[in-house]
């Protein structure tokens, strides 16, 4: 599936343009991280990557431009969106969604509700769970699906530090599996922790690429700098 | 004032007296009404769920459509379907006119657009909450609406209990296409209708009082198995 | 719910409708559809004598009450086997159309003058009904018309032109029309201490009577009679004609004329059965 390339992709709501003119090609192995202040359009970016936007401009192909996307790759949002029904069953669904035979869509389940540490919620109903289960239980069903490529649009945004870091070993946990990992976020030291390169977004245009080390030591461009210093003014 | 007491005591009367007619035609107004519901459902819920999730062109139209015939007059269902019925009509010589399956039919068209109208709503409403989890897990829209149908069931089943509450208390259609005959069709709303033009009225309010109390239980019931699952499903 | 409930719920009230509206399909148990008027059914006639003729026949009776005008239109339409009504003139009418086969008068009962005890008309214990009703008009008393087509309120319309009165111009504070079955017109009547012709039988059973009582009764010219007549099986094919014609052959019969005359509320008869009474 990978590089994933976007050409000129731009995004535009009623005249107001939210996503500019972005190129840029994105290749397996390091872990991107989309990073930029709220409003940068960090969120739109990701989602017309993942398909559920078509962009009003520009193209984005993934590698040879061919077909079946879904099973291949899988989006985690802020807010994990559960069904009325138990956690298991809640991963069950996405497999039997993919076309895996029932019995395995079972094991599966059960395995991957161990790798993520909730194989005793597994029968509990999905909605009662905590913030923090929940959007364990959200990884472990994009998981499951043994995706090449994972998006994950503010994964941490909503959790308390505890669970914070929860989610985080378990996100460089998919990644040692071998599964491309592409997360936006606000948060600095996320980046720093989680990242090996960074894209940052700002004001809808993609405005430096670096990898980690070198962005936080000597960003190249002004916006980067005033972002890191956290004085970049709102749009 | 008196005229209540005196149907209070009727009420209880009737009741505790187990009267055979009585016991005849409540169970006839809920075989009627429940099964209704039963293919008011079946037609509705996919048919809200469908309105929901799906984009074509007149949507809107449809959806104010579909709201405005919830207001149908009964009576104006009733003679509708009696002139379809009737032997002088075009479904004439299927002979069910003034039987429950004429009363049946009459109600299925009132609550129909109800239950349909109103699950549209409430599953739309979901549908907002869901829609980017769920395609991006890989749900055409036919696969997200049957999923939704499942998730929304508690607001589901308080729709289905509008829609029972609709086709127990109406008495103008199911008077014009079940001609009230005695021990056939005759149900609770067409009884009282019968015992007050026969100016027996504590006897007429009764009757509504046996029918309010049956609904009022009927909605007590079912909203503690709602509390029941929900607290377990969450 | 457990599914196991759900189910057999959903199965208990799925096949019992159902098989009550197949019943007339695939029974062995004939019925036929009568049509017939409201004060009738509301008399209490019915409950007392179809279980004979279904003791004696195993033919069941389901009577659609309605108003005269209505009865007879079921039989245009052929959504009855037999019509039951009291307003022969109407009745005749129905079978030179050709919608019936033949008229045969059954029984009679009678219409009382109704009205509030002050009596303002002072029409008390008269016996000219016509007379009664031009001193109604002279002292322009509330009175309550029932205005549904039915044979009530023809038989009203008649006195009323016999009378010499037109109450259609005459429609003023003290001629109500309502447009009403017996029960809610006397009904009407009693709340507004107004003067109404009715069925004997209605007022028997009605429990609403406020300060109304029988001021009119016994003239000849009150006598409601009733006719029974076959929907023509010519015109529509599915009338169940044998046995229709057997519920009109019983009526008439000595039997049947015996179980008419035997029905009484509160010791008083209702009905005067009168089969094959020249002229009725």
């Known amino acids: ?235 | 004032m008196n005229d209540l007491t005196l149907a209070f005591g009727e009420a209880f009367a009737l009741i505790s007296g187990l009267d055979a007619r009585l016991i005849e035609i409540v169970v006839l107004s809920l075989q009627v009404s429940v099964m209704a519901v039963a293919i008011a459902a079946i037609v509705g819920l996919p048919l809200g769920a469908l309105f929901a999730v799906a984009h074509f062109r007149g949507r809107q139209a449809v959806i104010v459509l579909l709201n405005a015939l919830m207001g149908l007059p009964p009576v104006v269902v009733g003679l509708s379907v009696y002139l379809l019925l009737s032997r002088a009509g075009p479904l004439g010589p299927l002979g069910i006119l003034f039987t429950p399956t004429a009363m049946i039919i009459a109600q299925v068209i009132l609550i129909t657009p109800i239950i349909a109208a109103l699950s549209r709503q409430s599953i739309e409403d979901a549908w907002h909450e869901y829609e980017e989890q769920l395609r991006s897990l890989g749900a055409n829209r036919l696969r997200a609406s049957v999923t939704l149908l499942w998730d929304t069931r508690f607001s589901l089943v308080t729709i289905l209990l509008a829609g029972f509450g609709r086709a127990a208390a109406e008495v103008g259609a199911v008077m014009i296409v079940g001609g009230n005959i005695d021990g056939v069709t005759r149900v609770m709303t067409t009884a009282i209708a019968l015992e007050t033009s026969k100016g027996d009225l504590p006897l007429a309010l009764g009757l509504g009082i046996i029918l309010v109390g049956l609904v009022l239980t009927l909605n007590a019931a079912a909203n503690l198995i709602k509390e029941a699952a929900l607290r377990r499903y969450g | 719910m457990e599914l196991g409930t759900l189910r057999k719920i959903v199965l208990r009230f799925l096949f019992l409708p159902i098989a009550i509206s197949m019943a007339p399909a695939v029974s062995a148990q004939t019925f036929i559809t009568v049509a017939s008027t409201t004060s009738t059914e509301q008399s209490g006639l019915f409950r007392h004598i179809l279980p004979r003729f279904k003791r004696k026949t195993g033919i069941e009776v389901r009577v659609v009450a309605l108003g005269t005008g209505q009865a007879l239109d079921m039989g245009r339409r052929g959504d009855a086997d037999v019509v039951f009504v009291h307003a022969k003139s109407a009745e005749e009418k129905f079978v030179a159309e050709g919608h019936g086969v033949k008229r045969l008068p059954v029984m009679y009962n009678d219409f009382v003058l109704i009205g509030p005890k002050a009596d303002p008309a002072k029409i008390a214990g008269s016996k000219d009904t016509l007379e009664a009703l031009r001193r109604i008009r002279a002292a322009a008393a509330p009175f309550v018309s029932r205005g549904d087509r039915s044979g009530t309120h023809s038989a009203e319309l008649a006195l009323w032109k016999q009378a010499g009165i037109d109450p259609a111009t005459n429609k003023g504070p003290w001629y109500r029309d309502t447009g009403q079955g017996m029960g809610p017109a006397l009904n009407s009547a009693s709340s507004m201490n107004a003067y109404i012709l009715s069925d004997r039988g209605t007022w028997i059973s009605f429990k609403n009577r406020g300060n109304l009582t029988i001021l009119v009764a016994g003239d000849r010219r009150l006598f409601n009679q009733y006719g029974v007549i076959l929907v023509n099986p010519a015109k529509h094919k599915h009338v169940k004609k044998e046995p229709g014609q057997a519920f009109i052959d019983w009526l008439v019969s000595p039997e049947g004329q015996k179980a008419i005359a035997e029905y009484s509320i509160g010791g008083e008869r209702l009905f005067f059965p009168n089969a094959g009474q020249e002229g009725a």
């Open chain 1, 1 to 235: 599936m990978l590089p994933l390339v976007l050409n000129a992709v731009c995004y535009a709501v009623n005249g107001r343009a939210i996503i500019e003119r972005v190129s840029v090609e994105i290749g397996a192995g390091p872990r991107t991280i989309i990073l930029g202040p709220n409003g940068a359009g960090k969120s739109v970016l990701m989602r017309m990557c993942h398909g559920l936007l078509q962009p009003s401009a520009g193209k984005i192909t993934w590698h040879g431009g061919n077909g079946n996307r879904r099973g291949r790759q899988s989006m985690v949002f802020q807010r994990p969106v559960m069904l009325r029904r138990s956690a298991l069953a809640n991963v069950v669904y996405g497999l039997k969604l993919a076309g895996f035979a029932a019995r395995e869509c079972n094991l599966r389940a059960r395995d991957v509700l161990e790798a993520v540490g909730l194989e005793r919620q597994a029968d509990r109903p999905a909605r009662t769970l905590s913030g923090g289960e929940q959007q364990r239980l959200a990884l472990a069903r994009a998981w499951a699906l043994g995706p090449e490529v994972l998006f994950l649009d503010e994964p941490t945004a909503n959790l308390d530090p505890g669970s914070t870091r929860d989610v985080e070993s378990i996100i460089a946990a998919i990644h040692a599996t071998g599964t491309k990992i592409i997360m936006s976020t606000h948060n600095l030291g996320q980046a720093r922790r989680l990242g090996d390169e960074i894209l940052f977004l700002s004001q809808g245009k993609l405005v430096e690429r670096a990898p980690v080390d070198a962005f936080f030591k000597k960003p190249a461009t002004v916006e980067a700098a005033a972002f890191l210093k956290e004085e970049l003014p709102w749009n």
